[in-house]
């Protein structure tokens, strides 16, 4: 590799929106280079070491449908797995895991260095390289060019990034390390809008430190699981971890350290930091009617004795953060290995990009992560994901993929931030998804897969086994649906353990199986099915909410339609009558592809997406009249 070697992708930034860039592009044959600051430091975890969780698994699952790489570290690196919002029903259920960070690391690592067409080289970016509005590559530190046809920066919390603790403050990029000051300059003077954003992270405590018997327990699920569609179920029962709480105490002496906090008396006061994670400081002060926060007590791994305080984020000066902790149950002797930090960064606002990833003012750039006002691994995940497919397929003179809010949370996830921006660390959640019932954890597989492979990224084998599942459900559907299950003294026994009333008469299999109360667990019994638990899930979740889902696709019919009413680049919204002045300098601003997304830009009225949806039609049959009278 020199220095001025061409690329068609290049990616800054080895985080978890890099890596997955950097191996999208790859493996649609692109020739790609991935940057990153600290090698060693690969899809590195700096906060808390887990991946899932509500609407964040969701987001994990469809990386995983679509080919992307996130999933197989999981399954590789987890320590303890358990399903949340079991209770909530099957659109919102989902797992997490708690992952060892350097095997994650290392696996994502070992696959960028096993994967074709790509080249890894360790390096700070200093510099943006553009001519006439397009993209040509990046500078690094010592003064080389490497030039590229398309770019991805997937660059973090790393630019112009400042660690608080207290009132002191120190550029840093997270754990310590590089903050990309100069690159933070060039995307000034690229003519990005540029925002400042701050995340928080936690204390890590001394494994050895803390009462565990003094906590409650918090154990992996007994049955085997995996995370990935295509890895291998296990048990994970090797860790466990420990819940406990705060106090009035705790909260007592966070206040009476309010005068040595950022947040309060130092540079943080003006940054907006995550709304829906908040700091345990940020928490005493939003909700003093409070006496206790849950903290979740987390083994990082068994070689770095650390412990994560899931839920007790911070930027407290180093002598309050000693102070509080010793007042929770279970930390009374803990010592803290690394003390929590406020990190406030650059961002830019996504409204400057368009809806596959890339930005408006300079052709052949895309961003993705947390330069977008994201957060989160697996929300960064996603972004590169998309974001070096497009890279790739523009290269290659294809149409970008663009994923709708009916097909994946992704699809959510970046139209939210390409059609409203955010003012804070953005977090996927499952209240922000419109159809959550066609988009949940267990069917990303059918919805996604064959535009994963379709695009070059999912492999035959994987693609192969998508299409067993779907036809073993199909082939199942049908032996259901002919299969009568008559009463008797163990039918009826059954059901009736279960909470559900006797057959009288034979029934159809289908039709007992739509019963709230008849889990597949108990029908597969009943009906002798050999299907694999997870689909006979699936297939049971299906059934019983027929009638939601029909609603929700007539929904989705709608919402088509709507996306279908594309606006031409550059529409003049000022030769639309009556547009309210609000609507008007939002639409010039955001410059909307289709009516639906104008139609979800805050500030535009339903008024003024009726104006625009006349305006298109009439421009329509103008078009269709001229071209008629031209023949």
């Not at 696959?111 to 390289?129: C, G, R, Y």
């Not at 397009?134 to 030039?147: A, C, E, L, M, P």
């Not at 995370?227 to 860790?239: I, L, W």
């Not at 159809?508 to 009943?526: H, N, T, Y």
């Amino acid at each position: 590799m020199r220095p001025d070697d061409n690329y068609d992708v290049i990616v800054v930034g080895g985080g978890h929106a890099g890596c997955e860039a950097a191996l999208a592009a790859a493996r649609l044959g692109a020739k790609t280079l991935m940057l990153n600051l600290y090698l060693d430091n690969t899809a590195m975890m700096p906060c808390n070491p887990a991946i899932g969780g509500p609407a964040k698994g969701h987001v994990a699952r469809e990386i995983d449908a679509l080919g992307g790489e996130m999933c197989t570290a999981t399954d590789e690196a987890t320590q303890h797995l358990r399903w949340l919002n079991t209770s909530k029903g099957p659109a919102v259920r989902t797992l997490r895991a708690q992952c060892n960070p350097r095997i994650y690391s290392d696996h994502y690592r070992r696959a960028l260095i096993e994967t074709k067409n790509l080249d890894l080289h360790q390096a700070e970016v200093t510099d943006l390289l553009v001519k006439d509005g397009v993209v040509q590559g990046v500078k690094i530190f010592t003064g080389q060019n490497f030039y590229g046809r398309t770019v991805v920066l997937a660059t973090g919390t790393y630019l112009g990034s400042v660690i608080h603790i207290g009132l002191t403050c120190h550029k840093s990029g997270p754990l310590g390390q590089v903050a990309a000051t100069k690159f933070a300059r060039s995307l000034k003077e690229s003519g990005l809008e540029i925002g400042r954003l701050r995340t928080d992270t936690t204390p890590r405590l001394q494994f050895d430190t803390v009462d565990w018997a003094s906590l409650d327990v918090q154990e992996s699920i007994a049955e085997p699981e995996s995370f990935s569609f295509f890895g291998e179920k296990r048990v994970y029962n090797g860790m466990k971890c420990g819940l406990t709480r705060t106090n009035r105490t705790t909260h007592d002496i966070i206040r009476a350290n309010f005068d040595k906090s950022p947040l309060l008396h130092g540079s943080l006061g003006q940054q907006n930091g995550p709304r829906y994670c908040p700091s345990i400081d940020d928490k005493v002060i939003k909700f003093p009617e409070k006496d206790s926060h849950p903290i979740f007590l987390e083994p990082i791994s068994p070689e770095s004795r650390e412990v994560y305080m899931q839920n007790f984020s911070t930027s407290m000066c180093l002598e309050a953060q000693f102070e509080t902790i010793k007042t929770i149950r279970g930390c009374e002797h803990a010592h803290v290995l690394r003390p929590g930090y406020a990190i406030e960064y650059d961002f830019v606002p996504p409204t400057q990009l368009e809806p596959w990833l890339e930005t408006k003012k300079i052709k052949n750039l895309y961003l993705a992560g947390q330069i977008n006002g994201t957060s989160g691994y697996e929300e960064a995940g996603a972004q590169g994901l998309i974001a070096g497919l497009n890279a790739a397929r523009k290269v290659q003179g294809a149409e970008p993929i663009v994923l709708g809010r009916d097909q994946a949370y992704i699809g959510v996830l970046i139209d939210d931030l390409v059609t409203k921006g955010t003012k804070e660390p953005y977090r996927m959640l499952t209240s922000r998804c419109e159809y959550r019932l066609l988009l949940r954890h267990d069917n990303a597989d059918a919805r996604l897969s064959q535009i994963g492979h379709d695009a070059g990224l999912l492999s035959d084998e994987k693609w192969k086994i998508v299409q067993s599942r779907q036809n073993a459900m199909e082939k199942e559907l049908q032996r259901l649906g002919s299969l009568k299950i008559g009463p008797g003294g163990r039918v009826n026994e059954t059901l009736a353990a279960a909470g559900s009333s006797p057959l009288a008469e034979g029934l159809c299999a289908l039709e007992l199986l739509r019963r709230p109360e008849v889990s597949w667990q108990v029908f597969s019994q009943l009906a002798d099915s050999s299907l694999d638990a997870e689909l006979g899930d699936r297939l049971s979740t299906e059934l019983k909410y027929e009638g939601y889902i029909s609603r929700q696709l007539r929904q989705v019919d709608k919402f088509r339609r709507m996306e279908k009413l594309k606006l031409p680049e550059g529409f003049d919204f000022a030769s639309v009558g009556g547009l309210s002045a609000e609507g008007r300098q939002k639409l010039v601003r955001q410059q909307p592809r289709t009516l639906g997304q104008a139609s979800r830009i805050s500030g535009v009225p339903a008024a003024d997406v009726q104006l625009l949806w006349v305006a298109i039609e009439r421009g329509r049959r103008q078009r269709a009249e001229q071209r008629n009278g031209d023949k």
